[in-house]
């Protein structure tokens, strides 16, 4: 798997890494939202899936995703507001327009 140098610049691990991108490359239709579960991760990866489980936990911790549970037994990871620019440009100027009067210029460099 081909590791974004964007990704590459957070200094992941290197299965951090590998989760991120599989994430990134699955997030569609909302800025940050995926449909991808640990699962299709685990898939995509070659990662077993109780390694990926441990390294979206990390994710978390380092404020690079969250987790939802949607109650069907199926849990939601988003990528959060700050680091939407490492999926493309788009979402990055929809933050722009919607994000409460911050850009993410100023969120980047709060959370770093």
């Known amino acids: 798997m081909i590791i974004k140098e964007s990704i590459q610049k957070l200094g ?18 909302e800025a940050g939202f995926s449909d991808v579960d640990a699962t299709d991760i ?18 978390v911790k380092k404020g690079l995703i969250d987790i939802e ?10 990528l959060k507001p700050e680091w939407y620019h490492l999926h493309s440009v788009r979402w990055v100027e929809d933050l722009k327009i919607w994000s409460w009067g911050e850009s993410i210029e100023q969120k980047t460099t709060i959370n770093q």
Do not use: K
């Open 69 to 78: 549970d949607n109650d069907a037994g199926y849990m939601i990871i988003y």
């Open 12 to 29: 992941l691990t290197e299965m951090e890494a590998q989760c991120m991108q599989s994430l990134i490359h699955g997030l569609y239709a």
């Open 42 to 59: 685990a898939h995509g990866t070659g990662i077993p899936i109780r390694s990926v489980r441990g390294v979206l936990a990390n994710l």
